[in-house]
């Protein structure tokens, strides 16, 4: 069984601050094929990132993925008031799944 | 504009069944493979189901495999989720959301619908 696992849990930043989100995988992604979602309160999932380090359209550039194999980051270099939200990672290598989320609160 | 709008949530006894829709609009649906995803009250995301785009490829979740069936109608531009021996644990917002390409039904989701709820109580 293909298992993400995000740390922390939740995250307790100020605005202006640094975000690091780590999504570890119980195996090797292949290809890299790791997304990040952003979910708000009451809100659909957004895409963030995929491949590890694409950023979707309409992103902005203060969100950053990286790594590869079994361990992926995704990184917010100055945290806004609208970042305080949940995030996941998703594999969709050779199987799909999500991580377990992160909170980022204030 | 893209939009994915599903509907045909509710309330159904346990060991119910129920279908889902995701209309689409704003896109070619034949390019995109399609997916299903649950998130229970306060949990997670669940990936459940994924189809490509002419449905050669259809994959599920264990926690749903032989109790639900993805189609898509592509002359409709639809996606549709068959749900069947509904358990309390299938209680959750279902939301469909396009994968941007069609012959591999696994990938990231790019576009994600508001939701339907799904409640299994007697």
């Known amino acids: 069984e293909f298992v993400l696992t995000q740390s922390p849990g939740t995250l307790s930043l100020s605005p202006g601050e640094r975000a690091t989100l780590s999504c570890r995988a119980s195996q090797s992604v292949s290809r890299s094929y790791l997304a990040w979602y952003q979910q708000k309160p009451g809100q659909a999932p957004r895409l963030l990132i995929y491949g590890a380090s694409n950023r979707a359209t309409g992103i902005p550039d203060r969100f950053s993925g990286s790594g590869s194999g079994t361990d992926f980051t995704l990184t917010i270099t100055r945290l806004e008031p609208e970042d305080f939200a949940v995030y996941y990672c998703?594999?969709?290598?050779?199987?799909?799944?999500f991580g377990g989320g992160t909170k980022v609160e204030i | 504009e893209v939009r994915l709008v599903e509907s045909g949530g509710g309330l159904v006894k346990p060991g119910g069944s129920l279908r889902l829709s995701c209309a689409t609009s704003?896109?070619?649906?034949?390019?995109?493979?399609m997916n299903w995803v649950r998130q229970a009250p306060g949990k997670g995301l669940e990936w459940i189901s994924s189809?490509?785009?002419?449905?050669?490829?259809?994959h599920y979740a264990d926690s749903v495999k032989g109790r639900f069936t993805v189609s898509r109608d592509n002359a409709k531009n639809s996606l549709y989720l068959q749900m069947s021996s509904l358990r309390a644990e299938d209680t959750a917002v279902y939301y469909c959301?396009?994968?941007?390409?069609?012959?591999?039904?696994?990938?990231?989701?790019?576009?994600w619908g508001k939701g339907t709820t799904v409640t299994v109580s007697s």
């Open positions: 959301a396009t994968t941007p390409h069609g012959y591999r039904a696994l990938g990231f989701m790019d576009v």
């Open positions: 704003g896109f070619t649906f034949t390019n995109y493979s």
């Open positions: 189809v490509s785009s002419t449905s050669i490829y259809k």
């Open positions: 998703q594999q969709y290598g050779d199987w799909l799944a």
